[in-house]
């Protein structure tokens, strides 16, 4: 079972993507901004991450471009919120396999995070 890392610094979300993703992934950490991000990769080396755009201390796109940059073959999943289109195209362009926008619906949630492994 592939092993994931959920990030974003809103508790209810990473809640939810936990359960969207269970059964099928293992969920192995979760972090709640940036830096904690950064640490817990670096830690439990995921197979996969779902990356939040906007949170505290280091945002989404800074730790996109930490990650990819010491593991090029990370897969991240941005996760954004309408209206961040552009910070989107540039997550995309640092490495980013796919996006989710929310509030997502949970089929396509998980057929982001299974065409990373197909
Ligand atoms: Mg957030």
Redesign the pocket.
Known sequence: MPRGMIV???DI?RLRLKEMLAGQYEIVAEARDGEEAVSLYEKHKPDFVTL????PKMNGLQVLENLIKKYPEAKIVIVS?VGQKQLVFQALAAGAKDFIVKPFEPERVRVAIDRLFN
């Not at 939040?52 to 949170?55: G, K, P, V």
């Open positions: 974003d610094d809103a979300m939040d755009i906007t949170m919120a």
